[in-house]
């Protein structure tokens, strides 16, 4: 356990460390306008993000280290109807607000942060099972090929917001790949008799703590609609 928690600590560091280096070379390479509009629909993401994920992540986790599959598979479904729904509104709007030029951009983003989002619920199973390997595979190879994705642009000339929002995308795919081809291989074909109704309802206590600890990425989104982009 010792050796899972301080794996998953320095992933964490790698993974932060990759995708700072990302914002600054995009921040450096971008319009001011350009990087406060990904700012704010990064930061508005990941809150609708975790409301969206209804504490199914923890609820995953929990219901995995009790080996009922059947229950698991059932927050699977859940999680999976979530993300389309609140993925595809989430797109939407922030289509309707983009700016001139951003509207493929922030369409991109916005599909990278619910596959993302989907991803990391997928690996709460992964994590019940004390794996090492899968999580690093994930969490770095997300922010690696965002990375690699701006690092590229840069060099070619390219559109650095644009690249910047279509590899965050191929990594949240990544990312969704990889836990996808995980959980199919170990879980069960147990069957749970829980609905899904039911599951919304035991899985909603792990949700508000999440969900109060990732408003303080809303500040980006505030700050610019009251005091304009230059100010993000």
């Known amino acids: 356990m010792k050796a899972q928690i301080a794996g998953l600590v320095a992933t964490r560091g790698i993974s932060g460390a990759a995708q700072a280096l990302a ?105 019940a099972d004390g794996n090492k390997l899968v999580p690093t595979v994930s969490n ?23 690249a910047y929002c279509l590899s965050y995308a191929v990594g949240g795919a990544f990312a969704q790949f990889v836990g996808t081809r995980y959980v199919r291989s170990r879980l069960s074909d147990e ?5 899904l109704r039911q599951v919304i309802r035991r899985s909603s206590r792990y949700m508000w703590p999440f969900l109060a600890g990732q408003s303080r990425l809303l500040d980006a989104a505030v700050v610019t609609a009251l005091t304009g982009s230059d100010t993000a």
Do not use: Q, Y
């Open 23 to 127: 914002l600054i070379l995009l921040a450096r390479s971008s319009t001011t306008a350009e990087f406060a509009a990904v700012s704010v629909v990064s930061g508005i993401a990941v809150f609708v993000c975790a409301f969206a994920d209804l504490g199914l992540a923890g609820f995953v986790s929990k219901a995995r280290a009790r080996r009922e599959d059947g229950l698991v598979r059932a927050a699977l479904r859940v999680n999976l109807w979530s993300t389309l729904l609140f993925g595809v509104l989430f797109a939407l709007c922030a289509a309707f607000v983009a700016p001139g030029g951003l509207l493929l951009a922030l369409i991109l983003l916005s599909v990278g942060f619910f596959l993302e989002k989907n991803a990391d619920t997928l690996l709460g199973v992964v994590i």
């Open 140 to 162: 770095v190879g997300r922010r690696g090929i965002n990375l690699i994705g701006v690092v590229v642009a840069i060099v070619c000339g390219w559109d650095a917001t644009l």
């Open 191 to 195: 069957r749970s008799p829980t609905s």
